[in-house]
T-cell receptor, first 111, second 111 residues
Framework: SQTIHQWPATLVQPVGSPLSLECTVEGTSNPNLYWYRQAAGRGLQLLFYSVGIGQISSEVPQNLSASRPQDRQFILSSKKLLLSDSGFYLCAFGRVSYEQYFGPGTRLTVT | QKEVEQNSGPLSVPEGAIASLNCTYS??????FFWYRQYSGKSPELIMS????GDKEDGRFTAQLNKASQYVSLLIRDSQPSDSATYLC???????????FGTGTSLTVIP
């Protein structure tokens, strides 16, 4: 069966500090991978998606970046966090035109 | 211009009643349609997918798709308090790898 992991589950970071969130998928190969952010009381905002190793598409220009060093690993990073980066970060995997499945998420608070 | 629109609610129904959730989308080439349930503080969970016009039933859930009118709906029969959550509508457009999510409808089932 397919499983998606994210860590850490919660994170409190000061403004200006770096960020690294990791997502891994099991039980599937060559999935599309996605990073979303959900601010409090808001909808899902697509940040990045990847159709293969090293292939990253950015949807929102900001101080975040993403990388896909392995087929089933997706990393979200920032060199300097802003207060506005606070939110619920969700990794998802799926196939074109088919369902996306979400990981448990990372709740990030920037102080 | 919003791709996917949902009534944010809140929608309240008594236990045992039918809850009706609606979603409209703007892009006529939309191909795949999904309903997710999100409990407070948790990640979205896929509950229904529908790809062709008509109704699709799964247990107490029925998804209805009308591509000519560009809407998709979710009916929850015999609503239970455990159905209280935010329901997200998602649309996949044929030409892309992305999902477009609505902002969600908050449902409360009153015991």
């Amino acid at each position: 069966s397919q499983t998606i992991h994210q860590w850490p589950a919660t994170l409190v970071q000061p403004v200006g500090s770096p960020l690294s969130l990791e997502c891994t998928v099991e039980g599937t190969s060559n999935p599309n991978l996605y990073w979303y952010r959900q601010a409090a009381g808001r909808g899902l905002q697509l940040l990045f998606y990847s159709v293969g190793i090293g292939q990253i598409s950015s949807e929102v220009p900001q101080n975040l970046s993403a990388s896909r060093p392995q087929d089933r690993q997706f990393i979200l990073s920032s060199k300097k966090l802003l207060l506005s980066d606070s939110g619920f970060y969700l990794c998802a995997f799926g196939r074109v035109s088919y369902e996306q499945y979400f990981g448990p998420g990372t709740r990030l608070t920037v102080t | 211009q919003k791709e996917v629109e949902q009534n944010s609610g809140p929608l309240s129904v008594p236990e045992g009643a039918i809850a009706s959730l609606n979603c409209t989308y703007s892009d006529r080439v939309s191909q795949s349609f999904f309903w997710y349930r999100q409990y407070s503080g948790k990640s979205p969970e896929l509950i229904m997918s529908i790809y062709s016009n008509g109704d699709k039933e799964d247990g107490r859930f029925t998804a209805q798709l009308n591509k000519a009118s560009q809407y998709v709906s979710l009916l929850i029969r015999d609503s239970q308090p455990s159905d209280s959550a935010t329901y997200l509508c998602a649309v996949n457009i044929y030409t892309g790898n992305q999902f477009y999510f609505g902002t969600g409808t908050s449902l409360t089932v009153i015991p």
